[in-house]
Nanobody
Framework: VQLQASGGGLVQAGDSLRLSCVLS??????IAWFRQPPGKEREFVGA??????TFVRDSLKGRFTISRDSAEMVYLQMNSLKPEDTAVYYC??????????????????WGQGTLVTVSS
């Protein structure tokens, strides 16, 4: 399956943004969101298994949520955005275990990223 992330842009601190990940077909893989801030390592944001089992990075809980409304569409809703959320956001698919879910090594398919810039 191929993935394509979209929806990024320039927003102000406190704004909300929803990113979309379009999948080219049905898959039973876990779909994850990662981000890479400027000059930093890529980091796990969250993931969804099937339609309702979601995991979000602890530091982002309460602001970021992941959802899915079809086999081909996964969303990352980001609220109360902060300048430190500035990053290129990627969606990826794979079959991680619960213990490897937060590792980018567990995902074999990656989409092109979408840039989110949050101004203060």
């Amino acid at each position: 399956v191929q993935l394509q992330a979209s929806g990024g842009g320039l927003v102000q601190a406190g704004d909300s943004l929803r990113l979309s990940c379009v999948l080219s077909g049905r898959t039973s893989d876990t779909i994850a969101w990662f981000r890479q801030p400027p000059g930093k390592e890529r980091e796990f944001v969250g993931a969804i298994r099937w339609y309702s089992v979601t995991f979000v990075r602890d530091s982002l809980k309460g602001r970021f949520t992941i959802s899915r409304d079809s086999a081909e569409m996964v969303y990352l809703q980001m609220n109360s955005l902060k300048p430190e959320d500035t990053a290129v956001y990627y969606c990826a698919s794979g079959r991680p275990t619960t213990s490897t879910m937060r590792s980018d090594q567990a995902y074999s398919n990656w989409g092109q990223g979408t840039l989110v810039t949050v101004s203060s």
